[in-house]
T-cell receptor, first 113, second 115 residues
Framework: ETGVTQSPTHLIKTRGQQVTLRCSSQSGHNTVSWYQQALGQGPQFIFQYYREEENGRGNFPPRFSGLQFPNYSSELNVNALELDDSALYLC????????????FGEGSRLTVL | AQTVTQSQPEMSVQEAETVTLSCTYDTSESDYYLFWYKQPPSRQMILVIRQEAYKQQNATENRFSVNFQKAAKSFSLKISDSQLGDAAMYFCAYRSFEYGNKLVFGAGTILRVKS
């Protein structure tokens, strides 16, 4: 059973650029969610995808968008990057109707200069 | 909206001793999950223990146990026989039964283990 994997692990962008982060869900999981974790803080929920549709969103602007693919992998896209977007981005997968546990990847560290 | 509060930014414990991390939460729901996650420097969130709100019995996983007080909306984590490998950031998290996989996290507690 493979775990949740994320890529890239680190990346540096400049203000105004766009970034795409990728996530492969744990085998058998059909739901993926994304979190933003600023340095020294707890993760904040960005959004969730189930059956390729967004079905829950946190307090993030529309320039944060995502996709879920038929194989349940996922992408997080952020347009018009701002300095405050610098953070660790965590992907978590789970099985809808399961025990409630989310399984996390190791995250992608984004630095915006 | 649900909120989770961890009032201890940092805690220290001597190896082999016991430490308790505090967490309180606010919700109007009656059914929900509560979790403690550990985040070591490797960054990956690792589930330590989970509790379903409808279960009165406190969850236990080896050296880790919780004190779940539903009426007080309190969910503390006790780590017994602390080990050097327990050193990490610990997050308390809330998940609604009904509203998807959104986890609401506290700000975290850094646990340091002294040898």
């Amino acid at each position: 059973e493979t775990g949740v994997t994320q890529s890239p692990t680190h990346l540096i962008k400049t203000r105004g650029q766009q970034v795409t982060l990728r996530c492969s869900s744990q085998s058998g999981h059909n739901t993926v969610s994304w979190y933003q974790q600023a340095l020294g803080q707890g993760p904040q929920f960005i959004f969730q995808y189930y059956r390729e549709e967004e079905n829950g969103r946190g307090n993030f602007p529309p320039r944060f968008s995502g996709l879920q693919f038929p194989n349940y992998s996922s992408e997080l896209n952020v347009n018009a990057l701002e300095l405050d977007d610098s953070a660790l981005y965590l992907c978590a997968s789970s099985f809808s109707g399961g025990t409630g546990e989310l399984f996390f990847g190791e995250g992608s560290r984004l630095t915006v200069l | 909206a649900q909120t989770v509060t961890q009032s201890q930014p940092e805690m220290s414990v001597q190896e082999a001793e016991t430490v308790t991390l505090s967490c309180t939460y606010d919700t109007s729901e009656s059914d929900y999950y509560l979790f403690w996650y550990k985040q070591p420097p490797s960054r990956q969130m690792i589930l330590v223990i989970r509790q379903e709100a409808y279960k009165q019995q406190n969850a236990t996983e080896n050296r880790f146990s919780v004190n779940f007080q539903k009426a007080a909306k309190s969910f503390s984590l006790k780590i017994s026989d602390s080990q050097l490998g327990d050193a990490a950031m610990y997050f308390c998290a809330y998940r609604s039964f009904e509203y998807g996989n959104k986890l609401v996290f506290g700000a975290g507690t850094i646990l340091r283990v002294k040898s």
